[in-house]
């Protein structure tokens, strides 16, 4: 960073630690400060942050708070959802689909105000500040990006609490201490890591869970519900139409109540260490589970392999910060192409813990009992016709097992 | 097939259909008859199918019943576990990975016995054909491989039921109508599949299942088990050292007892139609999850992410029938480098219906507390060299950025 | 094929072969046929097919002759080389990508007369069949294709002339007797195979080639030309804007011209089989040539590595007649994302038998000569960032180190 | 860099940077330095680097001169040509594959002489540094590595010449300017970048070349040359049997007098930007011609296609710097599985900037003339099945055909 930033835009969640953030940044450069605090359906209060936000001494008009849930559901989640994209196998990207939206209005927040610079509170070792920098770069290559936890000298506890004192921020009483391991929230998912987590071995006590009820605390009795695809995203719940964030919300309900989305992770940070983290995603995880199914007798067998074999490796540019590249976007035309006829209904089966399809139907449907029919199929596939498909897809090996044979 | 066989080596399971076959060929080409009838863990008794083989006139030393569960299980499962497979999402390829080894003894008797065709009881319509056929003409290319159901003209049951009564075969009472569904069972599943379940939007009845109870049945208290691997291969279940073959059969015990393992799917056979099947994978699920939570800990990012992107690819493979094709053996070489290090223990909770991962420790472990910590480092990590990583991750999104921001 | 079918759309290419199928198919089937014969820049004069078309009883409204050149390169050849598509690292896919224009031309005739059926004179080994009938197929469920070549007993060159005098279809004097290679041309290449070609061994001997000049006998002085594109396609060379087959056919001057584009090439069928080939793509192998260079200082790394591995997937799609596949299409949504860009100017020099690159420049160039610069950068990029960037990168690998040392 | 290093061995080529290097790091850290000066077959007298450490101080034990040609060629260039590696389309790797043989080297050095550090006389901009450093890292995680093209502030021509001079370093009368470019050379390649070859736009000049002549020189008259290959690699040139480094450098003496090899190319440096570079690699291009050659008729579609959709990641990761890393060895598993067979010769005509294969045989082909032949084929290959494998190729299209004609 050669110069001092004169006009910076902050990710400000109105807690503890982005309130000193906020002062440092004042103090550090005297610098004019705008904060933007998104309801991304954390489930918290926002406006408590205008109030904390003005009473740190920013301007009235230099506070924004908005409800971008809407957005988020429509433009992240669900493009990503139709790539049934998955982190090494099992997280469902719930924190790292987030900060390109955040970065994305930071950015914007800058241009309408003429500011230079845009702060966020992440910390060196983690993969968030890869993500907020990486789209905050991508939208405005010449905006400077300050990240004050790999720049100031409050290490400890201790050393920011003294700041904030000093400041005259207030502390909550249970922010005093530490806390016994670090939140991320929105619409799609908590996670919860560090310190009493750290050791991969040991079960994650029960008191983490935010977001789910114990599989053995849910209903002893399954939930049937059905989920109505268009185009590849979710428009309704049994029959009734939702728009994209009131249909997650509803979906985190369910998921919710039957204790279904929790995942005990151990995952490979693009930063180069691993990590372990405990991610509850109540609603994802059961739409994850309807579109896999609505996909199963919509989607044929080209497009579908071809979209499971780049799935690893789009999951892998979210994961990484990548959503505003060119390399997403060129998946995502792929993908989005994909899911033209992904539509229709999906019945699942709620149950302590699990989501499971057991119907799906289409007018788009792929389907045909005429022919995997057991019975007579009239006609409509010959089985002769497997012996020319088989005999000519061995005629490769055939010829391979002669050579073998030959010079062995 | 240009000359009528002389001597075939039969894939006999000593029921019905198989019989039938078994009579047929004898009665269409005159041809010498060898049954070979393996134990691959499917839960029947296998003597009865001496004595019916010998009914029909098979000669004694004609007869192969072979148990070749712990083979099925260390050369087959346990390399396909190694990569994680799963056919288009969910399916753990229970009868696809059975079919080579089938192939494999029917082509090495035949070799024994000096017979120039196997035959096998598979349609026409479905992937065994191809499985059994490809494997077939892989390990010897001169192979005749007969396949009545795309032969003869028994196209009803009832002619199969006419067939039968002619050529002196026992019919079973049961055996005497249409089945409500097929099924096929060994040591990794049990599948069921046609007619009464042929329309995938309705539910599958209860009584399909066979080898699990019903979640809703199962314990309402959960259970911890923990798994041992070795290169990833697992070797031991609450510390006690398991052959292959038990430690699956344990396994299928612990799946049985919580309702684990059942997957309603629709699927894309290679022949290019979709059916719908309802699989029941115990043990294999529980051994998946537990696998994907030692690899958690154990491979690194670059790793995993290479066996990820190329496991639909493998998974594909076998589930079409090229167990044995030289680009399965050139992925399994790939596979089997990475897990060199894949051993330690992982924690499993088992309820009702799930297996999850809570725990998981090596002596192998790539996890560093010392790095990921939130608490002090001691230097293991410096937070300033994100910034770099970062500045330079970004630098050509930077570039794209300026050139797009120019030419607009 | 149940039954007969009563109106035939025959890609006719007026010369003897497809004489004597255009016959046997008024023979065989008493059908009426209707005749396609499209320039797609072969080289031949196409007016004589609709003479002999008419002295074989085809109705002057049932004969087709079309001009299709401008789709051909426009819709078929372009965006193929906007992936840069080439087969087993060198065959640039000049008869493959004809075939589905054909096929679509015959399916769209068939509908516009009422036609049940297509047919085609490719053999049963090759994999022209595969791509003329998946294309039929995909665009018109329904149709019937013909394939004569696998249906017929005129199984050598002698029972063809048989049927040829009886049938009175004219003979030319040099058809009476094997040609000693198969010759299929169109504007983007020709290729020569089979008889005299047959043994990879031996070098195909000079007469074989038809569309360039030996190197040796090329101009002993390079030329040098400039290719323009726009997102991707090539749009003028030095200067002058062309029409799609305009500007392919002035490359075709200038490749044939210095010798360029000969590939001696032994591929795998889709069929199973191996089979050598000689090409000749004379301007598609400047072209791309061209492209690459235009995408070197246009393409990101993240686009073009995407590409790039996606490449092999698509030009076996491509090869194995998958044209008109749903995974076709998404692929080429994804390149064409990638090439909004793709603009700009090549130069590059001709000169016995090569097409090298020596300049490129656009205006929408990522070339950043401030950044890559030996001299003073004047701040464009700080070196200090790569030492974190690397030790980043490194840290996994550190980790790995570690272990392995540990465990040995 | 927390403690400064106490003894470090340097990679030196005795040139005038890497002597001023030497005596920085004398001089910054007052630390014993090891020199150590490779013979990669970069063409120059290694002896005159003894002498020059000795001036600058080394002692003589710590003076490490190795001719490391064989290394290089059996164990780098050989394992990454079995691959067909290129970057990008198109750059053959010759620096990329240099630098972990080099890191090698230095760390074992280091552990031989009890040094805590490494260094190298690679910019902050490049490839090279990560090349090295990753390297380094992956072998020794608890090395360090010093890059004084980062850390120093000779930042200047002027500045180096006067430490130069300062330092009783002598400077050869044509180092005291600029070099108009940057060369680095090895046995495999020569490349060129920078300063005068910093505009892509501009043909570089003919005398950048260094290592072919130009292809208006070369002979008028075609050479052909036969290269045998075993297992993948290299054996021998015109049945005389050779040793890797001997071979290569025959095959470079090949491709200098026919101009073979040269390439104008502007690529993305992992570090983010963009850079042109002038390569020529004569013996390398005949070789990836040759292996590519081989492989036509004795590696199968699925092996081959396997391969070339994995190649460009291969080839990334060594561009990048990952080859002492688990997933290159796991590509390098599966590619070397794929070689077994590859065997044989290959003929080549090589003319003036070209090297084509115009012949190749093995008594492991997989070509088999039998079935492809135009001639009566006494029944290798039943025509008919051709007719079934496409009907069941395109049942999946005429479902997808039926469905979107049924919804539209």
Same mark, same amino acid.
């Given at each position: 960073m050669t110069a001092a930033p004169k006009k910076v835009v902050l990710a400000y969640s109105g807690g503890l630690d982005t309130s000193i953030i906020l002062k440092w940044l004042q103090a550090e450069y005297g610098c004019e400060v705008i904060t933007f605090t998104a309801d991304? #359906?954390? #489930?918290?209060?926002?406006?408590p942050a205008r109030a904390k936000a003005e009473l740190l001494g920013i301007k009235p008009e230099n506070i924004h708070i908005e409800d971008v849930r809407e957005e988020f559901v429509r433009d992240y989640v669900f493009p990503m959802f139709r790539a049934n994209a998955v982190y090494e196998g099992l997280y469902l990207l719930g924190t790292s689909i987030a900060r390109p939206l955040i970065a994305k209005r930071l950015v914007e927040l800058a241009h309408q105000h003429g500011a230079d610079a845009v702060a966020h509170g992440? @910390? #060196?070792? #983690?993969?968030d500040q890869v993500r907020f920098e990486l789209s905050a770069y991508a939208l405005d290559p010449s905006i400077k990006v300050i990240a004050p936890w790999r720049l100031?000298?409050? @290490? &400890?506890r201790t050393k920011l609490i003294e700041f904030a004192e000093a400041n005259q921020i207030p502390i909550a009483k249970d922010k005093r201490g530490e806390a016994p391991f670090s939140v991320d929230a929105n619409l799609l998912h908590t996670s919860s890591e560090g310190? /009493?987590?750290?050791?991969? /071995?040991e079960e994650a006590p029960?008191?983490?869970? /935010?977001?789910t009820v114990s599989p053995e605390d849910a209903p002893d009795t399954p939930e049937y519900i059905e989920i109505t695809f268009e185009k590849g995203d979710a428009v309704a719940i049994n029959g009734q139409a939702m728009s994209p964030a009131t249909l997650l919300t509803a979906l985190n309900d369910h998921g919710r109540k039957h204790g279904i989305g929790r995942l005990d992770f151990v995952e490979n940070r693009f930063v180069g260490m691993k990590s372990r983290g405990i991610y509850e995603t109540p609603g994802g995880t059961i739409l994850l589970e309807a579109h896999r199914g609505i996909e199963q007798i919509t989607l044929d067998s080209g497009s579908g392999h071809l979209k499971d074999s780049l799935m690893p490796r789009y999951a892998e540019l979210i994961y990484n910060g990548f959503w505003f590249s060119p390399e997403r976007e060129m998946l995502q035309a792929l993908i989005d192409k994909s899911?033209?006829?992904? &539509?229709g209904t999906v019945r699942l089966k709620l149950y302590k813990g699990s989501a499971n399809t057991v119907g799906r139907w289409s007018d788009? &449907?792929?389907?045909s009992e005429a022919h995997v @029919?057991?019975?007579?199929d009239a006609g409509a596939y010959?089985?002769?016709?497997a012996a020319g498909f088989i005999r000519l897809n061995a005629l490769r090996l055939k010829l391979i097992g002669n050579r073998n044979a030959r010079v062995k």
């Open positions: 991304l #359906g954390q #489930g918290e209060e926002l406006e992440a @910390t #060196g070792k #983690g993969n100031w000298d409050l @290490t &400890s310190k /009493a987590l750290e050791n991969p /071995a029960d008191y983490v869970y /935010a977001r899911q033209d006829y992904v &539509s788009m &449907s792929l389907y @029919t057991f019975e007579d010959d089985q002769k016709d």
